[in-house]
């Protein structure tokens, strides 16, 4: 028997060509390429099979001579027999690759063993286990990102610092809902997010520290902040208030929440602006009044309204709205804070201030006065009551008393005629510091004081002789106006 030498497989000894893999028989066997391993998780492609050829027959050895006496322990040659067809190979072999030096058929290229079951496993078991170790981490942050916000939401101190920020940058209506104040709408006028916009009108460099306790129901904190270029300093108490799903509620105790006092005469109409917005008696959290009465002349001397109105610290304007082009607002007040038509409110009143209707440093006492458009105006009214006084005597006319020009009998002597009179000054007013009173009506009144001077001419004809003349003389005018919105009225008195 002839063993191959390529595959192993036992022969007849007759044949040339191994039987199993078609390896020369005596040969060394051939070096076969090693098959590429294929990534983890592919599959090799098929080759397409192609039809199986029949080998091509080996040729017939020529006849043999007849046998001769061989030695003895000698096998006789046997003839050649013809050869089988070959067996399909068994061993894969590399995609395209044929043995050399052999005719071979194509051979169909078995496909890559699968993976063992077991090996799969554990693969999947490996990936799971990583899969739910990267969830668990997940979760973890995401609880730890979640606690470190449900604390900071809750943190009495973030509280207190977004409510001191939102006072520096004009937000007061965000502060008073922070605050939860129990104010009405009416009542929070001059709370809003648009009545200081001037940053230079606001506080600025604020700092917040804690004092006392950093732990408990209750929070101390000092609030440090400079305004109109002072420094300045508060306290805001904090105190828990249950919670709101997770997170910490606090109320404000005490806040930076001040007000402003205005008293003005009881019969003037509060139309009083602050900052541009028009406040009065539905806007007052607090009211009083010294008399009980109704407007009536003679009952007003001493009497005045007060009213308070909330306010964050800040510079505060004050205007009348009404009879606006002829009257304003004096405030008078003993506070280093308030000028003569600024209140600055520095900050929440001081501990012991009073609650009553004269607060310091914020109370003032408001006062209309004449604008400078009164006295232009007045002075106008003037001068057309006076052209009228001397075109009433250039006609020869006794003018009014009010008048306060010469006149003399002369004028009704017909030796006299010609009698011409002009304007030598116009009337100017003495004083505009004016003396004003609020009427029931709401109309205010007043009175004014003038200087004019005038100069006339005449003729006079007698049968004795004829001469014209000249003259001049001064008037001292006495006159009340009334204001009633923006209309003002003049009227010469005796």
């Not at 590399?94 to 496993?121: E, H, K, L, M, Y």
């Not at 693969?123 to 979640?146: M, S």
């Not at 139309?271 to 003679?298: E, L």
Request: charged share 15%; aromatic share 8%; proline share 8%.
């Amino acid at each position: 028997m002839k063993v191959c030498a390529q595959c192993g497989n036992q022969n007849p000894d007759d044949v040339v060509f191994c039987a199993n893999c078609g390896n020369p028989l005596g040969q060394a066997p051939q070096q076969a390429q090693a098959p590429q391993q294929m990534p983890t998780g592919m599959v090799p492609q098929t080759m397409p099979q192609q039809p199986m050829q029949a080998p091509e027959a080996v040729p017939q050895a020529a006849p043999q001579p007849a046998p001769q006496m061989m030695p003895a322990g000698q096998v006789p040659m046997q003839p050649a027999q013809p050869m089988p067809a070959p067996q399909p190979m068994q061993q894969a072999m590399p995609t395209g690759q044929i043995p050399q030096g052999v005719p071979q058929p194509a051979v169909p290229i078995a496909p890559a063993a699968p993976v063992a079951p077991a090996a799969a496993t554990a693969k999947i078991n490996k990936g799971l286990v990583g899969g739910i170790a990267i969830a668990v981490v997940v979760v973890l942050v995401a609880i730890i990102a979640v606690t470190k916000v449900v604390g900071n939401m809750g943190d009495p101190s973030k509280v207190v610092n977004d409510y001191v920020t939102a006072l520096s940058e004009g937000r007061y209506g965000d502060a008073i809902s922070m605050e939860g104040s129990s104010l009405s709408d009416a009542q929070k006028a001059l709370l809003t997010n648009s009545v200081v916009q001037d940053a230079n009108d606001r506080i600025s460099n604020v700092d917040v520290s804690p004092t006392g306790k950093t732990s408990g129901a209750t929070r101390n904190f000092k609030v440090d902040y400079t305004f109109n270029g002072q420094s300045q300093s508060a306290t805001v108490v904090l105190k828990k208030d249950g919670k709101k799903g997770l997170v910490d509620k606090w109320k404000f105790e005490k806040s930076l929440l001040s007000d402003i006092s205005i008293d003005y005469p009881l019969c003037i109409t509060p139309n009083i602006t602050v900052n541009g917005v028009t406040v009065g008696a539905d806007n007052s959290f607090f009211g009083y009044k010294d008399i009980d009465a109704s407007c009536q002349p003679g009952a007003l001397e001493g009497a005045y309204s007060v009213y308070r109105f909330a306010a964050y610290p800040g510079k505060y304007h004050l205007s009348l709205s009404d009879n606006a082009k002829y009257l304003t607002v004096s405030m008078v007040s003993s506070s280093p804070y308030v000028t003569s038509t600024y209140i600055n409110v520095p900050g929440p009143r001081s501990e012991g201030e009073s609650d009553g209707p004269y607060v310091e440093p914020r109370s003032v006492t408001v006062y209309r006065v004449a604008t400078d458009q009164l006295a232009t105006d007045i002075t106008a009214q003037l001068k057309t009551a006076y052209d009228s006084c001397i075109s009433t005597a250039s006609s020869n006319r006794k003018p009014d008393e009010s008048c306060d020009i010469w006149w003399s009998s002369d004028h009704t002597n017909s030796n006299y005629s010609n009698w011409k009179y002009t304007v030598a000054q116009e009337p100017k007013i003495t004083s505009s510091d004016f003396d004003l009173e609020t009427k029931s009506d709401g109309s205010v009144t007043g009175t004014v004081s003038a200087d004019a001077a005038y100069a006339y001419t005449y003729s006079y004809n007698s049968s004795f002789s004829s001469s014209d003349g000249s003259n001049d003389g001064s008037s001292s005018l006495y006159a009340t106006f009334t204001i009633k919105g923006d209309d003002l009225t003049v009227k010469l008195e005796d």
